[in-house]
């Protein structure tokens, strides 16, 4: 039976590991996987197994943190000489006894109530969980945990669970102490909005994503989701819920929803057709020319190299080619260049027929009635 779990994470989860919700009865209860978690069981397997840092996003009460521990369980069990760590951002996350919010307590009910066929050899529930630590006397592994900026530094893992990430103060202060811990380093977090370096992992194309969405969890239906609307301000519901990045984030100026329902909507293009350009001179920026037709954006051109002379007969080149009139281009700051090499371009070609609107981006916006 042993051999077999070996090599069986899933079965083993599902036979022996037992899972905890105060908020149905039994509170205590078989640790039964819907599709989504098994899929998720397997891709940590195969990121430890390939050596590779990777992110978790998530719904909340995805089960995530239980499904951490589950496996670290099963690979403590198994596996020699393995050490898994977990850290956030404060110890009482990371362990508090006797409360099962902890990451460590919900280790501790694992183990409790599996059978001592199943457990290590010589294995002490009272000795052997101590505060942050879960040992295994039979085969040397241990599953630890810290907590604040310096977690994993100094110490060597297997494996290493970063809960919450998202919400670190310093996360790249955490980053640097863990950088060299392990080689499997796991981001698990649901998002806080777009400011953090998990924010930034998770859009670097970099790191493989597993997605954790509220709709993967067979307990919840679209029933389930609009009570949530209708109880939890729009802020929660983006964050806790949606996994979305942009609207988990308070005073927007443009909701993201509204973002995502423009890209690829079918409009007609009517009306005028404007180019607006921003100008970047020699810095790190782009230069950015973007023409509309009404309010269909055509296209957007964007270029690294060329001072303000040289944008300006770009931005002139692609707008008479392209048979745009207009282009708007902020005046004021690196932009104030821009005004007298048009006028220069005007004066040498009098058959453009491209104007260059210098629009002061400093003054407040006007009060269309």
């Excluded at 630890?144 to 996360?171: L, P, Q, V, W």
């Excluded at 509220?214 to 949530?228: F, G, I, L, T, V």
């Excluded at 007609?268 to 973007?290: F, H, P, R, T, W």
Aim: proline residues 5%.
């Amino acid at each position: 039976m042993l051999v077999f779990y070996e090599t069986h994470p899933v079965e083993f989860i599902e036979d022996w590991v037992w899972t905890y919700d105060p908020r149905v009865k039994p509170s205590i209860m078989p640790f039964i996987l819907f599709p989504r978690q098994k899929e998720y069981i397997y891709w940590l397997l195969d990121k430890y197994e390939s050596k590779e840092d990777a992110l978790v996003e998530k719904s909340r009460d995805a089960g995530a943190t239980w499904l951490n521990m589950a496996f670290s369980v099963w690979m403590w069990r198994f596996h020699r000489g393995v050490k898994i760590g977990f850290g956030s951002r404060k110890e009482m996350l990371v362990d508090r006894l006797g409360d099962p919010d902890s990451i460590f307590e919900k280790g501790r009910m694992i183990l409790k109530n599996m059978p001592k066929e199943i457990l290590p050899v010589g294995f002490n529930i009272n000795l052997h969980t101590p505060y942050m630590k879960i040992l295994n006397p039979e085969n040397s592994s241990a599953i630890t945990g810290e907590a604040g900026d310096n977690i994993g530094r100094g110490g060597r893992s297997s494996m290493y669970f970063k809960d919450e990430s998202a919400f670190y103060e310093r996360a790249e202060r955490i980053d640097a102490a863990l950088s060299q811990n392990s080689n499997v380093k796991i981001d698990v977090s649901t998002p806080n909005g777009n400011g953090n370096p998990f924010y930034r992992k998770r859009f670097s194309g970099k790191l493989p994503v597993f997605t954790f969405h509220w709709k993967d969890d067979p307990r919840k239906d679209e029933k389930w989701y609009q009570k949530q609307i209708d109880t939890l301000d729009a802020v929660t519901v983006a964050q806790e819920i949606d996994i979305d990045y942009s609207a988990s984030v308070e005073g927007i100026c443009i909701p993201s929803k509204y973002v995502r329902a423009a890209v690829n909507l079918k409009l007609d293009a009517s009306g005028d057709k404007v180019a607006g350009l921003d100008v970047a001179d020699e810095g790190g920026d782009d230069n950015v020319l973007l023409g509309m037709h009404g309010v269909v954006v055509k296209f957007i051109e964007t270029w690294k190299i060329g001072n303000t002379t040289q944008t300006t007969r770009k931005a002139h080149r692609i707008a008479t080619n392209k048979g745009y009139s207009k282009v708007n281009f902020d005046s004021i700051g690196v932009g104030a260049g821009v005004k007298g090499e048009a006028a220069s371009i005007i004066e040498i070609n009098k058959k453009s027929k491209v104007r260059f609107i210098g629009i002061n981006v400093g003054k407040p916006p006007l009060r269309l009635l």
